[in-house]
């Protein structure tokens, strides 16, 4: 009877020394994620094994992300973060030096690469996510919702002070010079003119700026940090899931929605000379994945699949219902958003023209 | 039949030159050759790309698009208006300071000179970045704490400082270069013979009048060269513009530039051409510099006399003396360093004694867990020893055959040497960035690029570093080891390295400290494994890490710094006390 036991417990000891032996060594042979495809595994392997992401994403938030996907594959992933500019500016350097460094390309502006520069691809999640967040011609998909929102610093500015529309700034002088925007914001730009009408709002605008000297700054991460710090009263606009970043890292800041919210997305896109194809599709696959996505909402991401809890739960709740209006723009129209934009705010904290006429 | 008398002449020609070209003469020809490379390759490319087409593939047809677009008067206008007003005010400021500084120093017996002298190296060691960082963090009008205690005490609306101004840049630089100022002022402070100034007070001139006609003329090539020198690197810094101008929409060339090149699509002929107009400008200035730098030699030929120098008496004046120096020192590193170590330590950004409690070392558990710093801290001390390592070597060939040899054009080189001390960092990152994307030679995205970069801005320090310390070493010693049998490594590796290792060293650690700091050019060329301390602080302070992070990391960057300006004043003891 002893003797029985004892080999039960000696066959389950190794039994349980295999398994710890196979999850440690082989991940994969553990429950398989939604977003795994060991055929591509395997021929990622057989491309070296790595994987080379260009983001724009925290690499607080990033790093954690793709250490996952790492411990699932065994691939090694390298994460290669700057803003949406320079990252552009980076693809477009290497482009000329016929070394191109990057797979996947995880950023806002995936979309106004020129399309031969990325490759159509369609990860088997992807259907997960709303068409609207994703492109007909399967160069991009969103991974998370960069829905456009304001912010105030919520230890110097009272909640009931906040304007209800975009008017109502006129009536506060006393933020005169403590108002700041991204000198990105083109998109936002945009949608306040869909919504009003391009006269209207080009006035509206013009006048907020003229009489609330609107600062133009550079980097939505810092607009968020020097809106909590109290630098600036208002971000007039930012990313509502940097603002919710930065609140929940304990920063008095809030965020707010006024009509119109302007979205458009965080997306991931491949390469069309990835050196390492199998790795970038699959990471592909990861970020569209339920998994991937509820990773990402844990520091405040707003997921683009409908079956991923953001985080506040209730974020989606408050901007859904503003008029919400996606802008999705090519290069070209980028280039004419950005003129406007610059036109109305002025150059901030690039050039600066006619300052001499007077 | 016929050609066999060539072959015999052909062997003879190459047995005539493999029996000429000794390793040192290789050597000597392969140094020289590097730095013509690395001079004109870079120069080349920008000429190139200035005139050339821009497209996404590289340079296209020929044209003067840049320029035009470039030249816009008004815009054009504004950026020389800025860049100039601030180069002229910081250089004066930074002068005023310096040369006051450099008197109390070197010229009287005030208390506590010593430790002066160590303040204005370890000034100098920090980086500019971080110093406008703290800056920024001391005197902004919203959240500067310098600002809150002012408006406390004076009970003031309204912020009475604001750093995001041309004045507040003006500030920052000067305080970050006056010890610049000071180290550049003190030697003609110190070789200033004295007697001339007695003879005058004898034949009955006034204190005003002796500085007036005896003290400024002798310091004036000095002053000149100083002040000069000072404009050119006011005028191409760029840490201080793009953290303190850009906010509030004071652009100057070099901000200019980086923002040409960091747009989507880069305009690297747009930025070329305007690179153009800025190296034209410091290229004047360091002409002018030159002409006052010969002149400056002529007047140190009072110092070959043998003296030692006897330091005013200040009387009741030794200590006020003493507190305002020690004020400046305050205002200008202490305020700034305090900022920083507070802000490292809590999250609040005003400091109050009721928040000690709140001490917290996350900023720097946070900074050591970055996943790029150590990777950045690395690649920075790897360039610093390897920049320092070649430039001061190839210095003190140069210098060598420069003062050694009887080379009809030897002196070309001294004057090539030097051309980099013209050419703004943020040009000498663009244009390799040009070169190396044109040229066959796989540097992009690694550390040699970053190393020709480096090497390339070092050269000219290394080059006066050693030929400093080569006039001091008779040529008899090495003719000596000559007689004696030597060859020309043995006298190299036996009499002149052993004679002029503290200057070597001294200069080895001035490259480095210059190395760990660098910011401007690693903007262009530091690729995703080849980030430095520079880029990654800069990187923070941009994409919105916290201020505490911010701090924590130039603090980690100032601590051993500060340990190297120890080891830099040692190696200056032993030099000074040689001499």
Same mark, same amino acid.
């Given at each position: 009877?002893?003797?029985?036991?004892?080999?039960?417990?000696?066959?389950?000891?190794?039994?349980?020394?295999?398994?710890?032996?196979?999850?440690?060594?082989?991940?994969?042979?553990?429950?398989?994620?939604?977003?795994?495809?060991?055929?591509?595994?395997?021929?990622?392997?057989?491309?070296?094994?790595?994987?080379?992401?260009?983001?724009?994403?925290?690499?607080?938030?990033?790093?954690?992300?793709?250490?996952?996907?790492?411990?699932?594959?065994?691939?090694?992933?390298?994460?290669?973060?700057?803003?949406?500019?320079?990252?552009?500016?980076?693809?477009?350097?290497?482009?000329?030096?016929?070394? +191109?460094?990057?797979?996947?390309?995880?950023?806002?502006?995936?979309?106004?690469?020129?399309?031969?520069?990325?490759?159509?691809? %369609?990860? +088997?999640?992807?259907? %997960?996510?709303?068409?609207?967040?994703?492109?007909?011609?399967?160069?991009?998909?969103?991974?998370?919702?960069?829905?456009?929102?304001?912010?105030?610093?919520?230890?110097?500015?009272?909640?009931?002070?906040? +304007?209800?529309?975009?008017?109502?700034?006129?009536?506060?002088?006393?933020?005169?010079?403590?108002?700041?925007?991204?000198?990105?914001?083109?998109?936002?730009?945009?949608?306040?003119?869909?919504?009003?009408?391009?006269?209207?709002?080009?006035?509206?605008?013009?006048?907020?700026?003229?009489?609330?000297?609107?600062?133009?700054?550079?980097?939505?991460?810092?607009?968020?940090?020097?809106?909590?710090?109290? %630098?600036?009263?208002?971000?007039?606009?930012?990313?509502?899931?940097?603002?919710?970043?930065?609140?929940?890292?304990?920063?008095?800041?809030?965020?707010?929605?006024?009509?119109?919210?302007?979205?458009?997305?965080?997306?991931?896109?491949?390469?069309?000379?990835?050196?390492? +194809?199998?790795?970038?599709?699959?990471?592909?696959?990861?970020?569209?994945?339920?998994?991937?996505?509820?990773?990402?909402?844990?520091?405040?991401?707003?997921?683009?699949?409908?079956?991923?809890?953001?985080?506040?739960?209730?974020?989606?709740?408050?901007?859904?219902?503003?008029?919400?209006?996606?802008?999705?723009?090519?290069?070209? %129209?980028?280039?004419?958003?950005?003129?406007?934009?610059?036109?109305?705010?002025?150059?901030?904290?690039?050039?600066?023209?006619?300052?001499?006429?007077? | 039949?016929?050609?066999?008398?060539?072959?015999?002449?052909?062997?003879?020609?190459?047995?005539?030159?493999?029996?000429?070209?000794?390793?040192?003469?290789?050597?000597?020809?392969?140094?020289? !050759?590097?730095? !013509?490379?690395?001079?004109?390759? $870079?120069?080349?490319?920008?000429?190139?790309?200035?005139?050339?087409?821009?497209?996404?593939?590289?340079?296209?047809?020929?044209?003067?698009?840049?320029? *035009?677009?470039?030249?816009?008067?008004?815009?054009?206008?504004?950026?020389?208006?800025?860049?100039?007003?601030?180069?002229?005010?910081?250089?004066?400021?930074?002068?005023?300071?310096?040369? =006051?500084?450099?008197?109390?120093?070197?010229?009287?017996?005030?208390?506590?000179?010593?430790?002066?002298?160590?303040? /204005?190296?370890?000034?100098?060691?920090?980086?500019?970045?971080?110093?406008?960082?703290?800056?920024?963090?001391?005197?902004?009008?919203?959240?500067?704490?310098?600002?809150?205690?002012?408006?406390?005490?004076?009970?003031?609306?309204?912020?009475?400082?604001? *750093?995001?101004?041309?004045?507040?840049?003006?500030?920052?630089?000067?305080?970050?270069?006056?010890?610049?100022?000071?180290?550049?002022?003190?030697?003609?402070?110190?070789?200033?013979?004295?007697?001339?100034?007695?003879?005058?007070?004898?034949?009955?001139?006034?204190?005003?009048?002796?500085?007036?006609?005896?003290?400024? $003329?002798?310091?004036?090539?000095?002053?000149?060269?100083?002040?000069?020198?000072?404009?050119?690197?006011?005028?191409?810094?760029?840490?201080?513009?793009?953290?303190?101008?850009?906010?509030?929409?004071?652009?100057?060339?070099?901000?200019?530039?980086?923002?040409?090149?960091?747009?989507?699509?880069?305009?690297?002929?747009?930025?070329?051409?305007?690179?153009?107009?800025?190296?034209?400008?410091?290229?004047?200035?360091?002409?002018?510099?030159?002409?006052?730098?010969?002149? =400056?030699?002529?007047?140190?030929?009072?110092?070959?006399?043998?003296?030692?120098?006897?330091?005013?008496?200040?009387?009741?004046?030794?200590?006020?003396?003493?507190?305002?120096?020690?004020?400046?020192?305050?205002?200008?590193?202490?305020?700034?360093?305090?900022?920083?170590?507070?802000?490292?330590?809590?999250?609040?950004?005003?400091?109050?004694?009721?928040?000690?409690?709140?001490?917290?070392?996350? /900023?720097?558990?946070?900074?050591?867990?970055?996943?790029?710093?150590?990777?950045?801290?690395?690649?920075?001390?790897?360039?610093?020893?390897? /920049?320092?390592?070649?430039?001061?070597?190839?210095?003190?060939?140069?210098?060598?055959?420069?003062?050694?040899?009887?080379?009809?054009?030897?002196?070309?080189?001294?004057?090539? @040497?030097?051309?980099?001390?013209? *050419?703004?960092?943020?040009?000498?990152?663009?244009?390799?960035?040009?070169?190396?994307?044109?040229?066959?030679? $796989?540097?992009?995205?690694?550390?040699?690029?970053?190393?020709?970069?480096?090497?390339?801005?070092?050269?000219?320090?290394?080059?006066?570093?050693?030929?400093?310390?080569?006039?001091? *070493?008779?040529?008899?010693?090495?003719?000596?080891?000559?007689?004696?049998? =030597?060859?020309?490594?043995?006298?190299?590796?036996?009499?002149?390295?052993?004679?002029?290792?503290?200057?070597?060293?001294?200069?080895?650690?001035?490259?480095?400290?210059?190395?760990?700091?660098?910011?401007?050019?690693?903007?262009?060329? @530091?690729?995703?494994?080849?980030?430095?301390?520079?880029?990654?602080? !800069?990187?923070?302070?941009?994409?919105?890490?916290?201020?505490?992070?911010?701090?924590?990391?130039?603090?980690?960057?100032?601590?051993?710094?500060?340990?190297?300006?120890?080891?830099?004043?040692?190696?200056?003891?032993?030099?000074?006390?040689?001499?």
């Amino acid at each position: 009877m002893f003797k029985s036991y004892a080999k039960n417990a000696a066959f389950a000891l190794l039994g349980a020394g295999a398994m710890t032996l196979a999850v440690g060594s082989a991940p994969s042979f553990a429950a398989d994620p939604s977003w795994m495809d060991k055929g591509l595994l395997a021929k990622a392997k057989k491309e070296g094994g790595n994987l080379v992401v260009y983001g724009s994403m925290n690499e607080r938030e990033a790093l954690p992300l793709w250490k996952i996907f790492d411990k699932v594959t065994g691939l090694k992933t390298v994460y290669v973060r700057a803003s949406d500019v320079k990252l552009m500016a980076r693809i477009s350097v290497e482009r000329r030096a016929k070394k +191109p460094g990057w797979d996947i390309l995880q950023t806002t502006a995936v979309h106004k690469l020129p399309k031969k520069w990325v490759a159509q691809y %369609e990860p +088997p999640l992807a259907k %997960e996510i709303p068409a609207i967040a994703k492109d007909p011609n399967k160069r991009w998909y969103g991974v998370y919702a960069n829905y456009n929102g304001l912010a105030y610093n919520s230890d110097k500015v009272k909640k009931a002070d906040l +304007p209800k529309t975009y008017d109502d700034f006129l009536k506060h002088p006393e933020w005169k010079g403590r108002i700041a925007i991204d000198k990105g914001d083109n998109e936002w730009v945009k949608a306040v003119f869909d919504h009003y009408g391009a006269k209207k709002g080009e006035k509206l605008l013009r006048a907020i700026k003229s009489k609330l000297q609107v600062k133009v700054t550079r980097g939505h991460g810092a607009l968020a940090r020097n809106t909590a710090s109290g %630098e600036h009263l208002i971000s007039l606009n930012n990313y509502i899931n940097l603002s919710i970043r930065t609140k929940l890292k304990g920063n008095p800041i809030d965020w707010w929605v006024m009509d119109p919210v302007a979205v458009f997305y965080g997306q991931v896109g491949i390469s069309s000379a990835a050196g390492n +194809p199998s790795a970038a599709r699959l990471g592909a696959n990861y970020l569209v994945s339920k998994e991937g996505q509820t990773q990402l909402a844990k520091s405040g991401r707003i997921p683009t699949r409908t079956d991923v809890t953001p985080n506040p739960a209730n974020v989606l709740d408050i901007i859904n219902k503003r008029k919400i209006i996606p802008v999705i723009m090519s290069g070209k %129209e980028d280039k004419k958003w950005n003129k406007k934009f610059k036109k109305i705010f002025g150059k901030g904290p690039k050039k600066r023209k006619k300052r001499r006429k007077k | 039949m016929s050609s066999l008398p060539t072959i015999p002449m052909k062997k003879n020609a190459l047995m005539r030159f493999s029996e000429w070209l000794t390793v040192s003469r290789f050597v000597i020809i392969a140094c020289a !050759l590097l730095c !013509l490379w690395l001079v004109f390759v $870079p120069l080349a490319s920008l000429l190139y790309v200035a005139f050339a087409e821009d497209t996404p593939e590289g340079p296209g047809a020929f044209t003067f698009d840049n320029f *035009i677009n470039a030249y816009t008067v008004d815009h054009l206008w504004n950026l020389v208006e800025n860049s100039v007003i601030f180069a002229i005010g910081s250089s004066a400021l930074t002068l005023v300071v310096g040369v =006051a500084i450099a008197w109390v120093v070197e010229r009287t017996d005030a208390p506590g000179r010593s430790i002066f002298h160590g303040l /204005s190296l370890i000034a100098f060691a920090i980086p500019g970045l971080i110093i406008a960082m703290a800056w920024a963090l001391t005197l902004s009008p919203n959240i500067g704490w310098g600002n809150d205690v002012l408006k406390s005490m004076f009970g003031l609306t309204e912020a009475p400082f604001d *750093i995001f101004t041309m004045g507040g840049m003006i500030w920052v630089l000067s305080s970050h270069y006056f010890p610049l100022a000071y180290l550049l002022m003190g030697p003609a402070f110190r070789v200033l013979d004295i007697r001339m100034e007695e003879a005058a007070v004898v034949s009955g001139a006034k204190n005003w009048q002796v500085t007036r006609r005896v003290t400024m $003329p002798l310091l004036k090539p000095a002053l000149l060269s100083t002040l000069l020198l000072i404009f050119v690197r006011a005028i191409e810094s760029f840490e201080v513009p793009l953290l303190l101008g850009q906010p509030s929409g004071i652009n100057v060339f070099t901000t200019e530039i980086r923002d040409a090149i960091a747009e989507a699509p880069p305009e690297f002929g747009y930025s070329s051409a305007l690179g153009l107009t800025l190296l034209a400008i410091c290229i004047i200035g360091v002409y002018f510099y030159r002409r006052a730098t010969r002149h =400056a030699e002529a007047y140190a030929t009072i110092t070959g006399k043998g003296y030692m120098p006897t330091p005013l008496r200040l009387g009741v004046w030794r200590w006020p003396v003493t507190i305002m120096t020690g004020l400046v020192f305050v205002l200008a590193l202490g305020l700034p360093l305090f900022t920083l170590v507070w802000q490292s330590f809590y999250f609040k950004t005003v400091p109050n004694v009721d928040l000690i409690k709140d001490f917290t070392l996350e /900023s720097y558990v946070y900074i050591l867990e970055y996943p790029v710093f150590l990777s950045g801290l690395k690649n920075s001390a790897m360039l610093g020893a390897m /920049s320092a390592t070649i430039v001061v070597f190839l210095g003190f060939v140069m210098a060598w055959i420069v003062q050694r040899t009887r080379m009809k054009y030897a002196w070309t080189l001294d004057a090539i @040497a030097f051309i980099p001390i013209a *050419i703004p960092s943020v040009i000498i990152g663009a244009s390799i960035l040009f070169a190396y994307l044109i040229l066959p030679i $796989p540097v992009y995205n690694t550390i040699w690029i970053l190393l020709i970069a480096y090497v390339t801005m070092y050269l000219p320090y290394g080059m006066r570093f050693a030929s400093g310390g080569m006039i001091q *070493i008779h040529k008899e010693l090495e003719e000596v080891a000559e007689v004696s049998g =030597a060859t020309l490594m043995q006298t190299f590796r036996r009499v002149l390295m052993p004679l002029m290792s503290p200057v070597l060293m001294a200069a080895w650690l001035y490259i480095f400290v210059m190395g760990v700091r660098e910011l401007t050019a690693s903007l262009f060329l @530091a690729g995703p494994t080849t980030q430095v301390l520079g880029t990654i602080s !800069l990187t923070l302070w941009e994409e919105g890490g916290s201020f505490g992070n911010v701090a924590a990391i130039s603090v980690i960057q100032i601590v051993p710094l500060v340990m190297i300006v120890g080891l830099m004043r040692y190696m200056e003891n032993k030099v000074s006390k040689r001499g």
